[in-house]
C-alpha cells in the first residue's frame, strides 16, 4: 500500500515562506506524476501543484509565480517550496498521485497557517 507523508508545515507571517516535504514509499518512479493538494475549512480539496516523472510541473493560478514543486528520485521525496504565502493560502496540505486515483489512502497532512 502506498504511503504518503507529509511535513514542513507551520504557523508563518503573511509574505513569509516554509517548505513542505512528501515522502513516499516505495519507488517514486512507479508514479507517472505527483501533486500537492490543500483543503482549507469548509472547502473542498484543491490541487496546487504537479511534478511528472520527467520533472515538468504545472501550478494552480492561485500560486503561480510563489510556489515552486521539486522531485528528489534518489529519496523517494517530493517538495513544495512556497514563497510570500497569504492568509488564502491557510490549508491542511497533502500530496498523492495524480490524478487522484478512485481508491487512494491519504496521509495526514500538514497543516499551514497563514496569519499575522
Known amino acids: 500500500q502506498v504511503q504518503f507523508v507529509e511535513s514542513g508545515g507551520g504557523l508563518v507571517q503573511p509574505g513569509g515562506s516554509l517548505r513542505l516535504s512528501c515522502a513516499v514509499s516505495?519507488?517514486?518512479?512507479?508514479?507517472?506524476?505527483i501533486g500537492w493538494y490543500r483543503q482549507a475549512p469548509g472547502k473542498q480539496l484543491e490541487w496546487v501543484a504537479v511534478?511528472?516523472?520527467?520533472?515538468?510541473?504545472n501550478f494552480a493560478d492561485s500560486v503561480k509565480g510563489r510556489f515552486t514543486i521539486s522531485r528528489d528520485n534518489f529519496s523517494d521525496a517530493v517538495y513544495l517550496q512556497m514563497n510570500r504565502l497569504k492568509p488564502e493560502d491557510t490549508a491542511a496540505y497533502y500530496c498523492?498521485?495524480?490524478?487522484?486515483?478512485?481508491?487512494?489512502?491519504w496521509g495526514q497532512g500538514t497543516q499551514v497557517t497563514v496569519s499575522s
Open positions: 498523492n498521485e495524480y490524478p487522484i486515483p478512485e481508491v487512494t489512502t
Open positions: 516505495g519507488n517514486i518512479n512507479r508514479f507517472v506524476a
Open positions: 511534478i511528472s516523472r520527467g520533472g515538468s510541473t
